[in-house]
T-cell receptor
Framework: DAGVTQSPTHLIKTRGQQVTLRCSPK?????VSWYQQALGQGPQFIFQ???????QRGNFPDRFSGHQFPNYSSELNVNALLLGDSALYLC????????????????FGPGTRLTVL | LAKTTQPISMDSYEGQEVNITCSHN???????ITWYQQFPSQGPRFIIQ???TKVTNEVASLFIPADRKSSTLSLPRVSLSDTAVYYC?????????????FGAGTRLAVHP
């Protein structure tokens, strides 16, 4: 059973460019969340997708956008890259439990290391 | 979501029990307490989750006092491979959806 996969592993871009990161969720999962983790800090929530719609969003500018496909995979797009966007981008998948009050357990991928020069 | 406070770093030795305490004074009635572990250049990994009293699995135990304003992650007999960052998260579902709010975490270093 494959876990969460992300591509590419590493990426180098220059300021002003655009980047697309990809994520395939764990088998059976329907929800994908994206996080940004700067060096030495905890992951910061970017947004979450369920049923191909953005359901929640963290404190990130509109330069960060995403998409979820019918097969539950997801993309994170970042436009007009800044030096400060250099980070490890993590994708996490979970199964929407619905009525239960217990938070869904999120399974993380290995991340994509983005370097902006 | 409730803010958490945990030690920045801890040191231990192989074979010892490690207890990492997290403070969450503003925890809400519907909030759960969840711990994640992260190794360098990897994504966080779920360790354990609880609401009250004690929860135990094959990896760790989680102790939550009656007032739920703090919690303690207990790692029995740690090994070098337990060297990692440990995150305490407090929260529940919001509108049916949950998001994880990570703090800075606790860097645990296990020495031979």
């Amino acid at each position: 059973d494959a876990g969460v996969t992300q591509s590419p592993t590493h990426l180098i871009k220059t300021r002003g460019q655009q980047v697309t990161l990809r994520c395939s969720p764990k088998s059976g999962h329907d929800t994908v969340s994206w996080y940004q983790q700067a060096l030495g800090q905890g992951p910061q929530f970017i947004f979450q997708y369920y049923e191909e719609e953005e359901r929640q969003r963290g404190n990130f500018p509109d330069r960060f956008s995403g998409h979820q496909f019918p097969n539950y995979s997801s993309e994170l797009n970042v436009n007009a890259l800044l030096l400060g966007d250099s980070a490890l981008y993590l994708c996490a998948s979970s199964l929407m439990e619905g009525a239960g009050a217990r938070p869904d357990t999120q399974y993380f991928g290995p991340g994509t290391r983005l370097t902006v020069l | 979501l409730a803010k958490t406070t945990q030690p920045i770093s801890m040191d231990s030795y192989e074979g010892q029990e490690v207890n990492i305490t997290c403070s969450h004074n503003n925890i809400a009635t519907n909030d759960y307490i969840t711990w994640y572990q992260q190794f360098p250049s990897q994504g966080p990994r779920f360790i354990i989750q609880g609401y009250k009293t004690k929860v135990t699995n094959e990896v760790a135990s989680l102790f939550i006092p009656a007032d739920r304003k703090s919690s303690t992650l207990s790692l029995p007999r740690v090994s070098l491979s337990d060297t990692a960052v440990y995150y305490c998260l407090v929260g529940g579902l919001s509108g049916g959806y949950n998001k994880l709010i990570f703090g800075a975490g606790t860097r645990l270093a296990v020495h031979p």
